[in-house]
Structure formats: C-alpha cells, structure tokens
C-alpha cells in the first residue's frame, strides 16, 4: 500500500478517466443497437450474458449486487476492514460459489418449492449484502 | 456480422479491461480516480438515473416474472423506460454541483428499477418475443 500522504490530487486526470468512461458507455450501447438490428440472430449483449447466466455464472449475479451496494450505497462511519481486504472477501465469495457450483444446488433446493423463484434472485441479494458489509466507499 | 462467439469475446474484453484498468488506477498516485469512485460521485451528484439503469438491468437480466405486466405489447416498456430515465436526467440537469443525493433515495432508486426490471422489462418474462415484422 502506499502512503497517503504520496497521493495526488489531479482534477484533469480524473476528467481523462471520467471520458474513457463516457465513451465506453456509447460504444456499448451503439454496438448494443447496431447488434439487435443486423441479420444474425441473438447476438446481442444482452442476449450474451442471458446464455451465460443460464449456463451457470450464478457469481455474474453476484457480482451485480456487490457492485451496486459499493456505488450506490455509502457508508458515513469509517471503514472497519481495510478495502484490501474487502476486495479479497469478495473475490474470495466468488471463487467458493463457482468451486462448490452452488448454482445447480440451489436449483434444485428451489424446484422442490411451489413458488417459481428465480436462483438470481438470491445471488443478487447475496452480492448485495456481502458488498454492503465488506466493500462500500465512504460518502 | 458479428457472431455471438465474438460479441462474447468483445464483452469479456471489455471486462477485462475495466478490471485491469482500475486496478491500475487503484495503484498510481492520483487519488480518487478510480472508476467505483467517479461512477460514485456521479450517481451521488448530477446523474442519479444510474442507480435506477443499474436496477433496471438487474432485473432485466436475472429476474423476471412469468407475463410481462404490459402483456404483448413489448416495445412499451422500452419507451417508458427511456422516458423514465430522460426523465431522471432531466431533473440531475438542474441541480447544484455540490448537490448530493440522500442514500435512502439511491437505495429506493435501485430498488424501483429491480421492480420495473422484473415486472415490466424482462428476457425472462416469456421464451420468445415476436417483433411485428417478424
């Protein structure tokens, strides 16, 4: 880790960062669009991360709900453990999901309940919870 | 024509590089730079509509219930969406540059955009759209 007090302020940086960012997000959506409207079928990327949700990345869900409990969920008291080590909780929790291959588990668990709950629907929950207590940004 | 083989490449791509990307800007000297911390700023300041696109894509993708509310008719959700999510910006537009936004409303946010995901917009509603002209 480095120390604090080396770090940098750059406004202009951050702007640099910031267009990288803009621009990715228009490629995707123009490619998005241009996919959806050429001849060949499902190629979309929303198409493509549909097969590879079903084919088994439960943790893609995961994932979903981390991120969005570290963006858009702050925390106002200070952090208890190291973002570093937050990080490698997470990835940690990642790694065991796919080792144990829980996701076919969990559907089983599931089709024996009345109720058409979707798996993802506790992967994202899941992802949420573990990004709220170990991976959120300070406000 | 791109083959849904190379749109997948293209997409673990652009991952990879997202991932590697940040990590460099976690390790260099500029502080606040990476990307979890501007897409942060953003969503807490001018363009909250992002937490609702980040819900809205959730459950577009994961969820879904088993009819659409809006039935067959498929392109209406869409449009709402986009209304909704000018909507948002429109209003983000307005407010002050030192403006941050409450997190039980990015929380609600996230939310309602789960429930417009699941209930209205969703590829898991039903197996096979029809478009009009197909």
Known sequence: ?139 | MLSVQTVEHIVIAIIAFLVLFNVYLNFNTIKNDTINVILKNWAYNKYFFLTFIWGVLGGHFFLGSHQPIFGSNWWLPVVLVIVIILLLIIIGKRVDRAFILKRRYQLLLLVSGVLYGHFFWSQRHIPEILFPWE
């Not at chain 1, 604090?4 to 803009?22: A, E, G, M, R």
């Not at chain 1, 979309?44 to 991120?67: E, H, Q, R």
Request: aromatic fraction near 12%; glycine fraction near 4%; avoid cysteine.
């Open chain 1, 1 to 139: 880790m480095k120390n604090i007090s080396t770090l940098v302020n750059d406004q202009n940086f951050i702007k640099k960062v910031q267009y990288i960012l803009i621009a990715l997000f228009i490629i995707l959506i123009a490619l998005d669009i241009y996919l959806a409207l050429d001849k060949t079928d499902n190629n979309t990327i929303s198409n493509v991360i549909l097969n590879k949700t079903d084919n088994g990345l439960f943790v893609l869900t995961y994932f979903w709900g981390v991120i969005a409990a570290n963006l858009f969920i702050t925390k106002k008291s200070p952090k208890v453990i190291s973002p570093l080590a937050g990080t490698a909780i997470v990835i940690a929790l990642a790694v065991l999901i796919v080792l144990f291959n829980i996701e076919p588990k969990m559907q089983t668990a599931l089709s024996n309940i009345k109720y058409n709950i979707s798996v993802y629907s506790f992967s994202m929950l899941l992802g949420f919870l573990v990004g709220f207590v170990f991976w959120r940004q300070r406000s």
